[in-house]
């Protein structure tokens, strides 16, 4: 991987985070925090549901470690990497301030990312493609409160492996792979994103929104999504190359490094 140095840190051009979920008892801040210490970039996308509004509506959870994410954030913008904050669909109550600057924070609807080969990418956060996936109201609200309750077991899982030495695993991951229903979600999600891709003649769209980190290639279309902060605690990275990488920051909190998660792009099935 180009952007990883011997220092133990990722050195890259490009940053992309989404779907932290700040506010919300599910957000791994720790995680995140190790990875922002660990990697230097020259712009960093925050790619939607960085705040959790709707999960604050229902229960104010605001620990020490979301405060820091902020600051971490905000410290990075003085220290002059430049940052694209796209709101998503929890925290949409920023889109009003979408095309406003602040410092070296610019607030958008969507953006065209150019990479460092000359490709260009769409980056949307991704509920903008929910039309894809035809459920009902009352489906989506009773899928909200399954996705609560496999992090509230999730959660207690690895405490439980956490005390045998074994590492973070996903119980919410394992089922959107090994559900049929989900799987097809997942697959009618990333056919709309595509779709829209190639119709606006662009070279790849990178975003959030599904909390399923994936590089994929499509013919002419390549799918980033850069996973979350809930369950996966993974990032994209673009290297000085214009290589796109996943890394995944989980680990220990105190003593987390980022470590390549996915680097080449996968076919379409």
Not at 32 to 60: F, N, P, Q, S, T
Not at 70 to 79: F, M, Q, V
Not at 146 to 159: E, H, I, K, P, S
Not at 247 to 253: A, K, M
Request: charged residues 25%.
């Amino acid at each position: 991987m180009e952007a990883l140095n011997t220092d133990g840190k990722i050195h890259c051009r490009t940053l992309w985070i989404s779907d932290v979920h700040l506010g919300s008892i599910h957000c791994k801040a720790d995680y995140l925090l190790a990875l922002l210490d660990r990697v230097k970039c020259e712009r960093l996308y925050l790619v939607g549901d960085i705040v959790d509004v709707w999960a604050m509506h229902r229960r104010v959870f605001w620990p020490e470690a979301h405060n820091q994410v902020l600051r971490k954030l905000l410290k990075l913008s003085r220290k002059q990497v430049e940052i694209i904050y796209i709101p998503g669909n929890h925290d949409q109550n920023f889109r009003e301030f979408c095309g406003s600057e602040f410092g070296n924070v610019h607030l958008r609807q969507e953006a065209v990312h150019d990479t460092a080969d000359g490709r260009r990418f769409l980056v949307i956060h991704g509920d903008e493609l929910d039309y894809a996936v035809r459920y009902s109201r009352l489906n989506r609200a009773i899928g909200d409160i399954a996705y609560d309750f496999l992090m509230w077991v999730n959660r207690w899982v690895n405490r439980g492996r956490e005390l045998m030495g074994k590492p973070y695993w996903s119980l919410a991951k394992w089922v959107k792979g090994h559900i049929a229903q989900a799987e097809q979600a997942i697959t009618a999600y990333q056919d709309a994103a595509v779709l829209m891709t190639r119709q606006r003649g662009l070279d790849g769209i990178i975003c959030g929104h599904l909390h399923h980190p994936v590089i994929r290639q499509y013919e002419d279309v390549l799918y980033c999504n850069d996973g979350d902060w809930v369950e996966n605690c993974t990032a994209l990275v673009e290297d000085f190359c214009g290589s796109l990488h996943l890394i995944r920051g989980i680990g220990s909190p105190d003593s987390a490094v980022p470590v390549l998660f996915a680097e080449t792009a996968t076919s379409t099935p």
